[in-house]
């Protein structure tokens, strides 16, 4: 391994509870019926913008992010992401729109006036490699399938309780010392903000971004460390 020049990390919600308002992804792809390879089930298609997605009952404040269910794209009041996105290359912010949905009027007008944008992602690498990385080369579409090992994630626990009780509790797994994913410099060419494969990863940030992050303060969102940029 070369020398680490910072550490990466995954961008996604914050500590799971019932503070802030839940959406659904409705569409974000080109295609209604894109094509799925039948052996390691990914798929090729095309972005759409806007990005359309609709609140899910019931109301609750709206975070400065918003996850919604089943995506890797995220939400953001426009204030919050043009102070987070200044001076930072690799994401910009693209249109959103809501659909509108019975028993949800309270969310929309409150987002409405917050403006939510999509937190777009640009940049995209192909490559990684690392302790925690297990890479193999689908023999059907010749798509690289990663496997992540090592890094630090949000692991969640539910039970019931004799009285029938459910109860929800999550916990940070801190990344593996000897564990994680490591990215060339030079594969991200000045971007902070990236991908890893098209579809498949979270937002994924560079080191500095994470005093900014703090500077500014918003809610709904927590960054856990990956792996090492070298």
Known sequence: M???VCRFYALGWGPPSSNFAEASLVSAWAQPEPRRCPTCNSVERARAHPLRFEWEP???PVGDFVWPFLSIFPLVARSIGERLLD???GAQLMPAEAVPRRGTIRQQKAAAARELCEFFV???IGSVSGPGVTE???MSCGQRVYRFEGISRRESRLWTTPAAEVNFKTRIVKRDPLGGIHVRSDALN???????GAERSPVLCTEPFLERLSAVGPTNIEALEWGDVI
């Open 58 to 60: 019931p109301f609750r």
């Open 136 to 138: 193999a080369t689908c």
């Open 122 to 124: 640009t940049h995209e």
């Open 87 to 89: 001076g930072f290359a």
């Open 2 to 4: 070369g020398r680490i």
């Open 190 to 196: 000045g971007a902070t903000f990236f991908r890893i």
